[in-house]
């Protein structure tokens, strides 16, 4: 949630940084989630795993609630050959403060190309390729 007030900041105050740092940091969120979710349903189609694809049918982006949130890590996580029970994941899900999770809800709706069009200092991203979440691709071109 940090990069939210982080990359706000930045296009207010930009003289006050001497460069910025961003780690997996989302600059169109949406467009992230888009992608991210188009390739759990490609991969569930592959698959031919019908429950994941009625499952990440009920996803809405941006992310609306944490029934939407809990199926689209579920499969994620589950396409990623991570082994974490549905249980567990509500249980951490269920954990996640309403304020966190609302901020959450807020910062995903934010496109931070719009907002943030240039800063005069060095921009570092660190991304990674295969961050499905993060989407190198729309990094990359931020």
């Keep these: 949630m940090g990069y939210c007030l982080r990359n706000k900041n930045s296009a207010a105050k930009p003289i006050a940084f001497v ?3 961003c780690y997996k940091s989302v600059s169109r969120s949406k467009k992230s989630e888009q992608i991210l979710l188009q ?5 569930a189609k592959g698959k031919k795993n019908q429950t994941a694809l009625t499952e990440l ?4 982006i941006p992310i609306e609630n ?6 689209k890590i579920k499969w994620m996580l589950y396409f990623d050959n991570s082994k ?3 249980t567990a994941l509500r249980k ?3 954990e996640l403060s309403n304020s966190m999770f609302l901020l959450f809800i807020q910062a995903a709706k934010i496109d931070f190309t719009k907002i943030v069009r240039s800063l ?3 921009i570092y991203f660190f ?3 295969n961050d499905f979440i993060t989407n190198h691709d729309l990094t990359y071109s931020f």
């Excluded at 049918?57 to 809405?60: D, M, N, V, Y």
Aim: overall charge positive; hydrophobic content about 30%.
């Design 39 to 43: 390739r759990l349903k490609t991969q």
């Design 57 to 60: 049918s009920f996803i809405k």
């Design 19 to 21: 460069c910025l740092c």
């Design 127 to 129: 991304a990674g390729r």
């Design 92 to 94: 951490s899900l269920n």
């Design 66 to 71: 944490r029934d939407h949130l809990f199926y």
């Design 84 to 86: 974490v029970s549905d």
């Design 120 to 122: 005069q200092c060095p």
